[in-house]
């Protein structure tokens, strides 16, 4: 009797470690009868997903991967600021004149507009940041972005608030490039706290884990309507399914197509694309692709539509150069369809360029990337249909970056380039042949001549005119494979509303508020 | 005292050896964090500009003893990642980590060792059986996987905690107990059967021995002799498999905490590496191997005091 009572009791301890402990503890996340998570909505909060932490220096000047662009958009903001049509709106500047000959431009600065930390935004802090853009210092700025603005001379501030600056020749891009972030003068806490004139103000945040953002209630603009943000981290894609199918979420955007299917109904899904160019790029100086016979045979066995019906149910945009749809001015549809899948045609163009018999290909790819996995996968096989032997080689992304993106020691490689401004600029100067980021070693006299050209342009019809020869260049070379812009889905939950999309990378929480 | 001297010698020759290794790794494997750093920006130019100003173009050794020289001082660095010091980035990780950790050991403890007796106690050849089966499944069951079941089961069906809805141990004590509670279950569930295997073969062996015929020719008892005297003998290679399973749940946490969205010090080290934040690894990897080192010394002394026998080698 004793023993089978000791037995019981063991039994007992078990049970209630299991049960007991987990029992209560989980419950008080309140959830309201729609299933959603109502003690946040009381506070007036909301928790978005981030694929991926703010694993770099937060400084709004340099070279920061896309993640975070997205987030810092909600807390920096520049003289103008890029607004959902792809229009610029102006922001800490209240209105700007250039001059008739183009070369002059003035300011006029907003009264008061302060920074999270209360100070008053100065004409002195105006010329403060842009300058130290130019002077790029720690040699990590945003090469585009330097480069662009290093053609301003004479930044000098008027005594009626506004601060004006001269250019040696005219150029119908440079304002787009005065989105770039007003920070505090000789703010050295750039690296780790951000401090701008946004509608929300960085509060705090632990790697790994989260970034917490709150609504600054000193902006000068419409104040955003929920008060606190957590930017909460999932690396993991089926931890973060998880969460949001258990309500720990209330925003989840860069969803796949396969990762929606799963969430129930206490989300809608708002569609939109990632605003980038999705292609295999090139390297263009390794044999047998610095053969354009070889690259537009290559063209020719891509089919889009197969990608993009495989890798994400039909969602996503095709694009036929360096330019996505978004960028409206510039996109040119007809090259969409330039090359026409038509394998047969890519079999007789290769044995034009006598690789009759195929070739083998190694395709670098980063694991992490699921989309970009999924196509070269789809893409090996359309290539194997004209007697390319291809192959996929999966790699982190450190090893990317150094070996394919900068060392250039590649055949090929499936990536996604986007625009960290509404510019043409910022898509197509890589591909000169001497820019320091054109990692496909492209070289063609025309199209950099062609650049050249764009950057003496002094009227914007023109200029546009001449990028779109540059984007038609990149098509008829077969410079690349190119894909589509791929689609961007975002989960909501269902009593939140007010997103809105952009043109450039950016996840804009302003005007996201909950409904009754 | 001079069993401890030899002990505390090999301590700090593994310390070394492990924080060279770690070094080391990282002059082997392709990738190099200033690339990853300037993002799309990086060219050959800023490339060469910023190894510089983290130090990396200087020789391997100069490196490694000028690391090993500020480590010893408490100085691991700035974080490339972060920049900030990987003290204070980490000092926030070993709490989470620890808490985690620390759970999965009670669980373990809790369960398996009352459980493990009472199946002594009650030896009988269907439970034996049943048992064994039972712990086979339980162990054959890859970690991660019992994690996303029990984030189904636990999270999605019963609602028990927020799958993804971590509370930080300094925000809210409780709640993150209460979410922890479940990855250090998963952590936990494979050491709890292996430790009861291990106890009950262990039992089983000495349960053969001469001195248990004497115990009964005394006129013990099977419980009596089982307590009185197979426990402590039995006990020796159960303490050292529990250091080993000290040491192994940080590894297993490392598993769960991406299974279970828990930013400690496992999600860290990952991320650690993939960016090829050098200082925060390397610091990491140390802590690691030292806590290996302090766990595995202190079942040694453990032992010598259970088993007199030991304090002779």
Redesign the interface.
Known sequence: MKRKMSLFLALVMVCAVLGGCGGGSGRKGAEGSNGLNAERKANNEIVVAIPQDLEESLDPHGSVSAGTREVLFNIYEGLVKTGPDGGLIPAVAESYHISEDGLTYTFKLREGVKFHNGEPVTAEDVIYSIQRCIDNAGNTGDSALVSALSAIEDLTAGADGTVSFRIGAPNAELIYFLTVAIIPADYDAVDTVPCGTGPFRYVSRSPQENVVVEKFDAYWGTPASIDKVTYRIYTDPTAMILAVKAGAVDLCPHLTAAQVKQIGEEYTVAEDTMNLVQAVYLNNAVAPLNNEKVRQAMSCAINRQEIMDMVADGHGVAVGSSIYPKLTRYFLPELVDYYTYDPEKGKALLTEAGYGDGFDLTIAVVSSYQPHMDTAEVVVEQLRAIGINASVQPMDLATWQSEVYVGRNYQATVMGVDAKNVTARAMLERFVSDNGKNFINYANSEYDALYIRAQECTDEDEQTAVYQQMERLLTETAANLYIQDLADLVAIRSDLTGLQFYPIYALDLQTVHYTD | MRYAAKKLGWMLLTMVIVSFFAFLAFQI?????T?????????????A??RA?LGLDQPFFTRYFDWVYHALRGDFGTSY????PVSS?LA??LGVTGLLTALAFV?IT??SI??G??LC??DRPWLRRLGAAVEQIIMAVPAFFTG?LM??L???VL????????V?PEADL??S???L??PA?SIALPRIAMTVKMLRSSVSKEMEKDYILTSYSRGNGR?ATLYRHVLRNAAVPVVAFFAMTVADIVAGSIVME????V?GLG??LL?SI????YPVVQAIVVILALWVVLVNGAADLLNQRLDPRLRLM
């Open positions: 494997i392709p990738g190099d964090p690339a990853k750093l300037l993002g799309s920006d990086a060219t050959a130019e800023s490339v500009a910023l100003r990642s972060y920049l900030i980035l926030g990780k669980i809790v369960v009352p459980l007796l009472a106690t009650y996303i984030t189904l636990f999270g999605l609602r028990w905690f927020t799958p993804g809805g971590f930080a409780a709640r107990v209460g979410y509670f479940f279950l419980r991406q299974v279970f969205a930013p999600r860290l991320h993939a960016n090829r934040d």
